[in-house]
């Protein structure tokens, strides 16, 4: 693969898509697609840290009941490596409305309502976000360089 192109990019499975037992779900479609996972953690936020990672939408309506929803029970936080990866999960995952995402994505095909999404992405619009909210949620320790053993089955 030409380095040049391959990315690494934050993704996490939200307490609804816990709580419905979606984790194996969703890191089978990211496998399934030829991505790399490179870093896993299971855990619930604190304040502080959803606080910090949706600073973005701080003041709009729906900030305090997102911070309340994310932070109300454990989350699979996720490092997923590959060619555009950023683009590539967001595509997959869907709009942010259930009720608008495409059939055959994630929040499509296991959603109903926008405040229960099940997945979190990094923005692709957003130039450095990935690398930002992998920061706020990884040490570099925690993140592994590896190859899958099928990597030159997948890129040309
Ligand atoms: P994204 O998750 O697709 O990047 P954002 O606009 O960054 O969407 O919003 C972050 C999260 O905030 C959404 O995934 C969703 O859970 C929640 N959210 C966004 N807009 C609304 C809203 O209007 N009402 C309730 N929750 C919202
Ligand atoms: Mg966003």
Redesign the pocket.
Known sequence: MSDGESERTFVMV?PDGVNRGLVGTVISRFEDRGLKLVGAKFIQMEDDLAQEH?G??EG????D??VE??TSGPVMAMVWEGQDATRQV?RM?G???PAESAPGTI?GDLGLD????V?????HEDPGANEREINLFFDETELVDWNRADEDWLYE
Do not use: C, Q, V, W
């Not at 997945?119 to 923005?123: E, L, M, P, R």
């Open positions: 939200k949706y973005e939408h709009k309506p729906f900030f009941g997102l929803f994310i967001r995952m709009a942010t409305d929040r926008l405040g229960r999404n997945i979190h992405g990094s923005d």
